[in-house]
């Protein structure tokens, strides 16, 4: 499971550098219609903004996916658990208590 995970995660990652790299490419190579009818300044801000608009589209679509993961409660390690129970019921001595601390105020 953990390999699959990882595995959308690359392939996420990777649309998240091409698409927009590509997204630039066709633009300012005339490759995208109508791209050749804009000046220079708007053809700047056209595939800034389409650039942006597709790293998001990646990022939610990975989002879904990752909504879309099965859910397998996790049971933690019983050993964990006892030792963590157990150093935080064991006192330190280093801070005093709050009824000591009020004592020394007084």
């Known amino acids: 499971m953990a390999a699959a995970v990882i595995k959308k995660f690359f392939i996420a990652s990777?649309?998240?550098?091409?698409?927009?790299?590509?997204?630039?490419?066709?633009?300012n190579h005339n490759l995208l219609p109508g791209s050749t009818n804009l000046s220079p300044h708007a053809l700047t801000l056209v595939s800034g903004f389409v650039a942006v608009i597709s790293v998001n589209i990646v990022i939610a679509f990975y989002i879904y996916m990752a909504m879309k993961e099965p859910v397998d409660k996790?049971?933690?390690d019983p050993k964990?658990?006892?030792d963590a129970k157990a150093s935080v019921s064991q006192p330190t001595g280093e801070a005093p208590t709050s009824s000591e601390s009020i004592k020394k105020r007084e």
Not at 14 to 27: D, N, Q, V
């Open 14 to 27: 990777m649309f998240m550098w091409i698409a927009p790299l590509a997204i630039l490419y066709g633009f």
């Open 80 to 82: 964990f658990l006892a």
């Open 74 to 76: 996790h049971e933690p």
